[in-house]
Nanobody
Framework: QVQLVESGGGLVQPGGSLRLSCAASGSISSIYSMAWYRQAPGKEREWVARSSTGDKLNVADSVKGRFTISRENAKNTVYLQMNRLKPEDTAVYYC??????????????WGQGTQVTVSS
């Protein structure tokens, strides 16, 4: 069974930085994309950033210029560097991955989420 495990969340003051990590494990043949989503209280889950095949990196307009996504393929890990954090960035951040596992169909997987709180 493929698992995604996030880490790096926590409490930070406005203007501060955090670096989230998401590591995929299991019987993995290929990872086609890894992405970050977030869900704030009272809001729908929204897409934040994605790393896709072909070394394509994309971030949402709401975080453009502040957040950067990167991937370390050898470790099956994706990162989200979050700078100049704002209170409105407070949310549970979820890792998502499009993965082809051995003897399984290509499937999307989700991590358990990690809390990011931006407050003074």
């Amino acid at each position: 069974q493929v698992q995604l495990v996030e880490s790096g969340g926590g409490l930070v003051q406005p203007g501060g930085s955090l670096r989230l990590s998401c590591a995929a494990s299991g019987s993995i043949s290929s990872i086609y994309s890894m992405a970050w989503y977030r869900q704030a209280p009272g809001k729908e889950r929204e897409w934040v950033a994605r790393s896709s095949t072909g070394d394509k990196l994309n971030v949402a307009d709401s975080v453009k210029g502040r957040f950067t996504i990167s991937r370390e393929n050898a470790k099956n890990t994706v990162y989200l560097q979050m700078n100049r954090l704002k209170p409105e960035d407070t949310a549970v951040y979820y890792c998502n991955a499009d993965i082809l596992a051995t003897r399984r169909s290509r499937t999307e997987y989700w991590g358990q989420g990690t809390q990011v709180t931006v407050s003074s």
